[in-house]
């Protein structure tokens, strides 16, 4: 039985099935986070296809009337559920959204919604319009850049959040920050080789980006600290480019790894996107691994490094704990005037294997 037909036929489909489900909603058929009905009930309900039932439920979730938990379907919101978070991320192939899903009954008052910073930075002057519930913004990753956007958020007086890297420490005047210690991620890989028996150890990176040439510089010291060589020629600096562009980088790495250069018996790579390139040419140039070299990397990402072959061992930044932490500072500070810069991240080793 189709329960909108009294609406006028003007009005589009989902638009009649929006209103029909909010005021549903408003007369409190449904309790907060009780199960709604599912996409197959509003087809069988509004007799529609599946598309179009989907976009009345999107616009109603967006609108904080609903929520959704990965796996497990759609909620209704709990009236005081009227916050909106933005996650800006740095890249649009780098999300954090479904990360934050467990965390919806923690925060029965917020919402988020996740940009792209290049995509929120015409609209920093409209910001308060766009987003008329917004509590607050959470830029993650590359600060370097998001800086100007940040600016032109708190300009707006949006309380204005970031999570990343400590060597962003400089540019974090004036905003909440939640961080990971490039200090401890370093040591952590470094110590780890050295303890799998590697003294000619070499490093995989690039200096043009802040937080890979800090991994380098930490590697620099650790080996002084440690009386271990530096061999120059076991140091691949890449330009970033070069790292971004997966063939390329591959490329690259097999020439040098063939041309013998190479002689280390570990190897540092700052990210697990580095790692899978140089596992690959290193193998294809004739090396094995981990008999002639240990690899290890840092990883944010718990689906990358596992799937290199041959396993190598990597320092896990736990991201999502991080990410909820960071939306927990949200929650507690978004009314809060006083900064607060917290060093909180807590990374650890994964030994894969023999690596």
């Known amino acids: 039985m189709r329960t909108a037909n009294r609406v006028s036929p003007k009005i589009p489909i989902y638009r009649r099935i929006e209103e029909e489900l ?3 909603l408003a007369e409190e058929r449904f309790k907060p986070h009780m199960p709604f009905l599912s996409e197959m009930e509003l087809c069988e309900r509004f007799q529609v296809n599946v598309a ?23 909620f209704v919101a709990p009236l005081a559920r009227n916050k909106l978070i933005l996650l800006v991320t740095s890249e649009a192939d780098y999300s954090v959204i479904g990360r934050l899903t467990p965390m919806a009954r923690l925060f029965p008052e917020l919402q988020w919604q996740e940009l792209v910073v290049d995509d929120l930075r015409s609209c920093v002057p409209d910001i308060r319009h766009i987003f ?4 607050g ?3 993650i990753r590359d600060i370097s ?22 060597t962003h420490l400089g540019y974090l005047q004036g905003v909440h920050a939640l961080l990971h210690r490039e200090r401890d991620i370093s040591r952590m890989a470094l110590d ?7 003294r000619r150890i ?16 930490e590697y620099i010291q650790w080996m002084g600290e440690k009386k271990l060589p530096v061999i120059q020629k076991n140091i691949i600096d890449q330009t970033l480019p070069t790292m971004r562009n997966a063939p390329a980088c591959y490329e690259a790495l097999k020439s040098y790894f063939k041309s013998g250069e190479f002689t280390g018996d570990g190897i540092y790579c700052v990210d697990a996107w580095a790692a899978a390139c ?8 004739g090396l094995r691994i981990p008999e002639d070299v240990r690899v290890i990397s840092v990883e944010d990402d718990q689906t990358i490094a596992g799937r290199i072959f041959p396993q190598i061992s990597c320092v896990r930044i736990p991201l999502p704990e991080d990410i909820r932490e960071a939306v927990k500072l949200i929650a507690q500070h978004s009314t809060d005037d006083s900064k607060t810069i917290r060093l909180w991240s807590r990374p650890y080793v994964i030994a894969r294997q023999s690596t």
């Open 22 to 24: 909010r005021s549903m």
């Open 52 to 74: 179009t039932a989907r976009k009345a439920v999107n616009q109603l979730t967006e609108e904080g009337l609903l929520y959704k938990l990965h796996r497990k379907g759609t």
């Open 132 to 135: 008329p519930r917004l509590a």
């Open 137 to 139: 913004t959470l830029f």
């Open 145 to 166: 850049k998001c800086i100007d956007v940040i600016h032109g958020v708190q300009s707006q007086n949006v309380p204005t959040f970031f999570y990343g890297s400590d």
């Open 192 to 198: 780890h080789l050295l303890e799998k028996g590697c």
């Open 202 to 217: 070499g490093f995989f990176g690039s200096s043009e980006w802040a937080t890979y040439a800090s991994r380098q510089a």
């Open 278 to 285: 140089l596992v690959q040419a290193a193998l294809a140039a």
